[in-house]
């Protein structure tokens, strides 16, 4: 199975801040790697596909890079409602793993 | 919109076992997988397996080999999972989500709403 490790588990930002994330593969996994936004009592909603593309809806102020075994999500200006669990999450094969999560909280 | 609906909370008892639904509308069914996970409380999220309501195949994680059954039904486009010889350590949001497949991508959008899954005595 591929493990997925997140860093750091936690973080404290505020509004305005620039925060990046990141998520390590055990082996290699190309560009699927997706990142997921949870808020407390809902399901995940999805951000990143595929790396680096944007699902649609989501603020352009979200970005994901890399390749390989290396990933970064970054929010460029954190906003009120951005606090939350961010998970990645490998699609290059099964089972699918997930990271074990980013809470981000504010400062 | 493209929404998948679960059925509600359940409470079981240690031994027992239950079957959640997962009730797809605003597209059709049949062209996507539909995947499970769930989250234990206060913790991540871990994948179950995933069924074709094309086909109705199926393939599960290790864990969950021998315990987990997943079916369909067509006729209204909607989703089942069941797990047997539940354990407290089976007690977790349940959620389903479409499996999206694009070249260079794939993804699980969206996500049902969760279903609380509570075994207790």
């Known amino acids: 199975d591929v493990q997925m490790t997140q860093s750091p588990s936690s973080l404290s930002a505020s509004v305005g801040d620039r925060v990046t994330i990141t998520c390590r593969a055990s082996?290699?996994?190309?560009?699927?790697l997706n990142w997921y936004q949870q808020k407390p009592g809902k399901a995940p909603n999805l951000l990143i596909y595929?790396?680096?593309s944007l699902q649609s809806g989501v603020p352009s102020r979200f970005s994901g890079s890399g390749s390989g075994t290396d990933f970064t999500l970054t929010i460029s200006s954190l906003q009120p409602e951005d606090f939350a669990t961010y998970y990645c999450q490998q699609s290059d094969s099964f089972p699918r793993t997930f990271g074990q999560g980013t809470k981000v909280e504010i400062k | 919109q493209v929404q998948l609906v679960q059925s509600g909370a359940e409470v079981k008892k240690p031994g027992a076992s239950v079957k959640i639904s997962c009730k797809a509308s605003g597209y059709t069914f049949t062209d996507y997988w539909i995947h499970w996970m769930r989250q234990a409380p206060g913790q991540g999220l871990e994948w179950m397996g995933w069924i074709s309501p094309n086909s109705g195949g199926t393939s599960f994680a290790q864990k969950f080999q021998g315990r987990v059954t997943m079916t369909r039904d067509t006729s209204i486009s909607t989703a089942y999972m069941d797990l047997s010889t539940l354990t407290s350590d089976d007690t977790a949001v349940y959620y389903c989500?479409?499996?999206?497949?694009?070249?260079?991508?794939?993804?699980?959008?969206?996500w049902g709403q969760g279903t609380l899954v509570t075994v207790s005595s």
């Open positions: 082996q290699s996994i190309s560009t699927y």
């Open positions: 989500a479409r499996g999206v497949a694009t070249p260079g991508a794939r993804c699980f959008d969206p």
């Open positions: 595929g790396a680096s």
